[in-house]
């Protein structure tokens, strides 16, 4: 939902139904295709019209305050109810946002309007608002707290009003959800026999529609220009790998694309690795993991090892730093799970939309800008020695010695400092490249360090000057844009010139075409989530590897992340 505190309307728009035939252009979140008719939310309550209503007489007041908290405590059952009835990541989305519907400071903050002589509905709409407007200044993680408010507020307000409650209908055939954006209450539960797709207006790749989609294993294209207008009933054909939404498309033509996409997901299904092109040019597909159950997971797929161990991650929730033995433990995990196979480990990506309680972030305007990354290490002495040791000894216990890298790396100088204590330790030093700066340099970086991390997730972020958590400037941060690819090819090129591996662990990396891509810019490894690793496999085995390099200068000579795609497919089909 965007940041502003326009209408709630989940229907289309008055504007007129796009043509049949129509393609909507989107950014592709999980590849498939699928056919089917659209449905869409159930209709929520119009904002504006609700906040216009005169003034509440005093004695009226208390009763007014016991019908919010009523309908607040009705929304909050019943989202416990659908918890207890859901499992999984389903089930801690409903609870969590039943938590929210009971959140003692906006149900303060209503009571205190509603105190004030405002009718229940204006209050709550008016305490929302107070708080969406907190949520979107603070940004990242808080941020996308604004839709799951702006779902409660909806809920209370049908309570409120007697309307039934607004939400994803069970729809009688499989079916396409669209939807402006969707709240995770809306997603938590979906059963996938019965929405096949999911295509919105809003949200980026990473948002919450996206992992759902990705956990369901169904296509998704977020960030659809033009979908408002299309209504509930609509024949349309979702291509999450292509980023389309076609409206009323030829019936055999759709069916046919949606066999092909089938095609494809057993044949990934069938895929064993190792990684190759067809004609033989070996890559490796690795795993993004960020603990011991994640990897030994991801040891179930066919990666060949760990491309990206998030460390920062193992430690979201800890005030203290943690032991050296303690760190020992838990990277010996992962390095036991893929016993004998490459793991690369980075230390802490502190800061930014990842603060550590135990390390002293400053109060910061732009913390993605901050201090993140490998510049906690100034404010925090001994941090990264005391992480290396941990690593080193791992490694010792282990028998499995680790890549370490490090994130944020931004010059050369801050390269050969990190290589330096890294090899004081026995360890293999690389570092990650996320800063334009440092993919411009990459070659005086590579006089340091043993190895390349490409992070496009930061990379396009930092390339694009679009920050990677909003949903609004989704079209910049897609690792599609030509001048990332220019700025990997740059990298690559760095590596290849002096036999340095150069590998891609950022989500462009889990994209099979764009990985397709990356390889014919001279990227030598591919590190995915590991539900991503088949489909990327199985892709590249069925390309040659000078397909790949065609598709590469194809993208790179466009100018548009769109154009980018198209050129690669029509040589990567
Ligand atoms: C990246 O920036 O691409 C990356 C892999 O790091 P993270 O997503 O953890 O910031
Ligand atoms: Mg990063």
């Not at 990541?89 to 609870?95: D, G, I, R």
């Not at 089938?262 to 890559?283: F, I, M, Q, Y």
């Not at 010792?396 to 680790?402: K, V």
Request: glycine letters at 8%.
């Amino acid at each position: 939902m965007s940041a502003t505190s326009s209408p709630v309307s989940l229907h289309p728009a008055d504007t007129l139904p796009p043509a049949v035939g129509t393609v909507l252009r989107g950014i592709p979140a999980v590849g498939g295709v699928q056919y089917a008719p659209v449905i869409r939310p159930g209709s929520r309550p119009s904002v504006e019209s609700t906040t216009a209503t005169a003034e509440l007489e005093e004695s009226r007041r208390p009763g007014e305050v016991a019908r919010f908290t009523a309908a607040a405590a009705a929304v909050a059952d019943r989202l416990r109810e659908r918890a207890a009835n859901a499992s999984g990541a389903a089930s801690e989305v409903l609870a969590t946002t039943a938590q929210l519907a009971q959140d003692r400071a906006w149900i303060a903050a209503t009571e205190k309007r509603i105190g004030q002589g405002n009718p229940a509905v204006t209050a709550v709409t008016g305490a929302v608002d107070q708080f969406v407007t907190m949520f979107t200044q603070l940004g990242g993680l808080m941020a996308e707290r604004v839709t799951d408010l702006r779902d409660i507020r909806d809920r209370v307000i049908a309570e409120l009003d007697g309307l039934p409650e607004p939400g994803v209908p069970v729809p009688e055939v499989p079916s396409i959800l669209c939807a402006e954006d969707l709240a995770p209450v809306d997603t938590a539960g979906l059963d996938a026999a019965l929405v096949v797709a999911l295509a919105t207006t809003l949200g980026g790749p990473t948002s919450h529609t996206a992992i759902i989609a990705r956990q369901l294993g169904i296509p998704c294209v977020v960030a659809v220009d033009g979908l408002d207008s299309v209504a509930a009933g609509t024949m349309v054909m979702v291509d999450g790998t292509a980023g389309t939404v076609t409206v009323a498309p030829d019936e055999d033509v759709a069916s046919r694309a949606v066999a092909v996409a089938r095609g494809e997901a057993d044949l990934a299904k069938s895929w064993n690795g190792p990684g190759a092109t067809a004609d033989g040019h070996v890559v490796a597909i690795l795993a993004n993991v960020q603990d011991g159950a994640a990897a030994r997971a991801a040891a179930e797929t066919p990666a060949e090892g760990v491309g990206l161990f998030r460390t920062e991650l193992c430690f979201l929730n800890r005030s203290t730093e943690p032991s050296v033995d303690e760190q020992a433990q838990i990277y010996g995990e992962v390095l036991e799970a893929f016993g004998g196979s490459k793991v690369v480990i980075r230390t802490l990506d502190a800061g930014s939309d990842k603060p550590l309680k135990f390390v002293g972030h400053p109060d910061e305007a732009n913390p993605a800008l901050g201090v993140r990354g490998i510049r906690i290490a100034d404010g925090n002495p001994g941090i990264l020695t005391r992480q290396l040791e941990g690593i080193a000894a791992a490694a010792e216990n282990t028998g499995n010695a680790p890549w370490v890298m490090a994130p944020m790396i931004a010059t050369p100088a801050e390269a050969k400092a990190f290589a330096e204590e890294t090899r004081a330790h026995g360890l293999v030093p690389g570092v990650m490249i996320e800063v334009p700066a440092a993919a411009l340099l990459a070659d005086r970086i590579l006089e340091h360090v043993d190895f390349l991390s490409i992070g496009t997730n930061d990379l396009t972020q930092y390339t694009m000057a679009a920050d990677r958590m909003s949903a609004e400037l989704a079209t910049l941060t897609d690792p599609w844009q030509p001048a990332v690819l220019a700025l990997v090819a740059m990298a690559a090129k760095a590596g290849a010139a002096v036999g340095k591996p150069v590998g891609v662990c950022g989500e462009a990396a889990a994209d099979p075409q764009l990985a397709c891509v990356l390889v014919g810019l001279g990227v030598t490894s591919l590190s995915a989530a590991a539900a991503a690793v088949s489909a990327v496999g199985a892709k590249l085995s069925q390309v040659t590897l000078a397909q790949c390099q065609e598709a590469a200068a194809a993208a790179l000579d466009t100018a548009t992340a769109a154009e980018a795609r198209a050129a690669a497919a029509a040589v990567l089909a």
